[in-house]
């Protein structure tokens, strides 16, 4: 570990983060001769040899297989436009619809997605001009139906999440409500007090650059709804994944 910053530490762009050509870096980070430097304002992450520096503001960046929720914005002789919260909009081919024949026809194809349809979906291509492909064939990927959607900044979703998504079930645990969490910074939340899913979401917005999130937030949950659940959360990570496959249950058989 080098010895400049501490793991989690909060930085600001031109910051060293190390000296030396023993470490590389990550996203966020920069080379500037021998040393690493921060390119971002936000919280330092070793993994290996790698440092990188996760934002606390910034667009959401399309990464292949990232799972996201999308509005339809367009729809096409073949395929649909989606508005995915950054600023390239993405595409969904007719072959990445559904499972069974979808009839080209202009029509057919707008009762299947419409315009103003939120789609929870997979990012399946990025290419080198930034042209953005999503298919919703796979576990958990559909049309959503019922409940609401909630706008978050996209930096701040890892620690909505948690490791292993262990925030996310805290909240849900607590709360009974439903949720999908697009790495886009969309959330999708239906039944239970989903008032309070809101509530939590906005606190972890506010203080997810302050250590001891986890801890704070179940005080937070258990004040608010009266409940004690052992063993609710658990340890933090500074950027982990959340497969459509973890939230399978949550997207399915409404």
């Known amino acids: ?6 793991n989690r530490q909060l930085v600001v762009p031109g910051k060293v983060l190390a000296k030396g050509m023993e470490f590389l870096p990550g996203d966020g980070a920069y080379r500037d001769k021998d040393e690493i430097r921060a390119s971002v304002l936000g ?7 790698a440092i990188r520096v996760i934002p606390l503001n910034g667009k959401y960046f399309p990464k292949r297989d990232d799972p996201v929720i999308g509005i339809i914005k367009e729809v096409g002789y073949n395929s649909w436009n989606l508005d995915i919260n950054c600023p390239y909009e993405a595409r969904m081919l ?3 619809a559904s499972d069974r024949y979808i009839d080209t026809n ?13 789609v929870i979906c997979q990012i399946k291509k990025v290419d080198e001009n930034m042209a953005v492909f999503v298919t919703a064939r796979g576990p958990g990927l559909r049309k959503v139906t019922e409940g609401e959607l909630i706008r978050v900044k996209a930096a701040k979703i890892p620690r909505i999440i948690g490791k292993n998504a262990s925030m996310v079930k805290m909240i849900k ?3 009974e409500s439903r949720m999908f969490v697009g790495q886009n910074g969309i959330v999708w939340v239906q039944g239970g007090n989903s008032e309070l899913v809101k509530k939590a979401i906005r606190k972890i917005e506010a203080e997810a650059h302050m250590p001891g999130l986890t801890d704070r937030m179940k005080e937070f949950l258990a004040k608010e709804t009266g ?3 052992e063993d609710a959360g658990g340890a933090e990570e500074a950027e ?3 497969e459509p496959e973890q939230q399978k249950d949550e997207a399915e058989g409404e």
């Open 1 to 6: 570990m080098p010895e400049n910053v501490e």
């Open 240 to 242: 982990p994944r959340f």
């Open 94 to 96: 007719v072959g990445d």
């Open 227 to 229: 409940k004690t659940i």
């Open 43 to 49: 919280l330092v992450n070793f993994k290996g040899r």
């Open 173 to 175: 645990e607590y709360t």
């Open 106 to 118: 202009r029509h057919k194809l707008a009762s299947v997605f419409n315009v103003g349809d939120a």
